[in-house]
């Protein structure tokens, strides 16, 4: 049988329908309120039926500190678990930056609660040493130990050289190990969790996480190890970046829409943790094959623009919500991009040169010298199909060079930005530095917040 005769029909046959900005929102809200339930639940639930005699303020005050950073660890692994209906109202970068501020959040409810313990109630803790001290209590620390060297390891992979598939190999062990302890910990002291409804609520609680670690570590790659996808091209679009296009031999992504990224494995074993996530640079339209535009920064990028056609690929999603499809009544679009940043930003344009689609935009692309430039001839080619300004900026340029130069500043934007586009939308994607800087002068000249829209550079 041909390769051809066990595809889905192409994803850009019908494209998927346009998000409701309205509903999009109520989804947003309807999670939030369900997040804050879920991390109230414990206290309701230790608070009812038979409770122990109060052992004073501070013993009551950090034991509820410590439950509220167990159910906030615990809420990490539903942030992390690439669950689509979590990240679609927000995008995932957004999802993962609320993971890392809120594990932030968790180990100081921690820390906390053990420094109320050992400044106010030494004696509870019993003996540090773990080879005397109660199992239940060790646990604690070893707990705590994990989940520390967790969010630390995090915060700090790149200034410790830490290589991302290493990283992320000890992330997912000290998860485990950290929630684990801290489970058994609260069910071994068992002053809040005697009777039976409320080890119920801890044992579900494991359950639940457990469940979602099943989802994304064993479910979700025996699901991609069934629809492999094939290498069919390099090619070199300059500045550095290569395109890898990518052929289903199983089932096509479904429901992708322009800007969105996916999870890449390629020549590897979906179950291998070593995947990373990259931008869908094509649009659906022009499915069902997938592009994704890669350049060497470090990490495993070196070897991936490398690949040669015939390589076999694994692929997860789509995720993210930065795309000219979240406001299909805008007037315009307003887009900024800085190196590599351009790829989100290349889906967008595709998918509106697909379509037809006259609506005016703006691209104003940043790179520090000529040569990195990367789609250049593509980019210019398309303003024989779209109304687009293309704007280029460099921090470097050659003698000669009649574009601008510098940096991306109020100035520049006045330059180039007409008056009514301040209620375009404003998509922004690239290093830090820069996305900052243009959202600081856009927000100068009068673009409201609810207008900018930046795509987190970099997951971890």
Not at 79 to 92: E, Q, V
Request: net charge neutral; charged share 15%; with cysteine.
């Amino acid at each position: 049988m041909r390769m051809s005769d066990t595809l889905s029909p192409p994803s850009g046959d019908k494209p998927a329908p346009l998000d409701r900005p309205p509903l999009v929102r109520l989804q947003a809200l309807g999670l939030i309120a369900l997040g804050a339930v879920l991390l109230v639940l414990p206290f309701a639930v230790l608070m009812t039926g038979a409770r122990p005699p109060s052992q004073g303020f501070a013993w009551d005050f950090s034991v509820g500190l410590g439950f509220g950073a167990l159910a906030l660890a615990a809420l990490q692994f539903a942030l992390t678990g690439r669950l689509r209906w979590l990240t679609h109202p927000f995008g995932a970068d957004i999802v993962y930056l609320a993971h890392r501020y809120l594990s932030w959040a968790a180990l100081a409810l921690m820390l906390a609660h053990f420094g109320i313990f050992y400044i106010w109630h030494q004696q509870a803790l019993g003996v540090l040493n773990p080879l005397q001290a109660d199992w239940d209590l060790t646990a604690g620390r070893l707990a705590l130990l994990c989940f520390g060297l967790l969010v630390v390891t995090a915060q700090l992979r790149k200034p410790m050289g830490l290589p991302y598939e290493h990283w992320r190999l000890l992330h997912i062990a000290l998860a485990v190990l950290a929630l684990a302890a801290a489970v058994a910990h609260v069910l071994g002291v068992g002053r809040f969790t005697a009777d039976p409804g409320k080890r119920a609520l801890w044992l579900g609680v494991t359950l639940g996480w457990v469940l979602v670690l099943a989802w994304t570590r064993l479910a979700v790659p025996w699901w991609q190890a069934r629809n492999p996808w094939r290498v069919v091209a390099n090619r070199d679009e300059g500045g550095g970046v290569h395109t890898l296009e990518l052929a289903p031999e199983g089932r096509a992504l479904h429901r992708w829409k322009p800007g969105q990224f996916a999870w890449l494995a390629i020549d590897r074993s979906p179950f291998a943790l070593k995947e990373h996530p990259f931008t869908i640079s094509t649009a659906p339209e022009r499915g069902p094959n997938l592009s994704f535009s890669i350049k060497a920064l470090g990490d495993d990028t070196a070897r991936l623009i490398h690949t040669p056609p015939g390589a076999r690929a694994f692929v997860h999603g789509p995720f993210g919500a930065f795309s000219v499809d979240r406001e299909p009544g805008a007037p315009g679009f307003v887009m900024i991009a800085g190196g590599v940043g351009i790829t989100p930003i290349l889906s967008n344009l595709h998918a509106l040169q697909s379509r037809g689609d006259r609506r005016p935009v703006v691209l104003i692309y940043a790179n520090g010298s000529e040569g990195d430039i990367a789609f250049r001839t593509e980019l210019e080619a398309m303003r024989a199909d779209l109304d687009l300004t293309l704007v280029l900026v460099l921090e470097d340029p050659p003698q000669g060079w009649e574009g601008e130069a510098g940096r991306i500043d109020a100035a520049l934007l006045t330059r180039h930005l007409p008056p009514e586009s301040r209620d375009w939308p404003h998509l922004l994607c690239g290093p830090a530095p820069m996305t900052d800087a243009a959202t600081h002068a856009l927000r100068a000249m009068g673009v409201p917040r609810r207008h900018i829209d930046s795509e987190i550079f970099d997951l971890a």
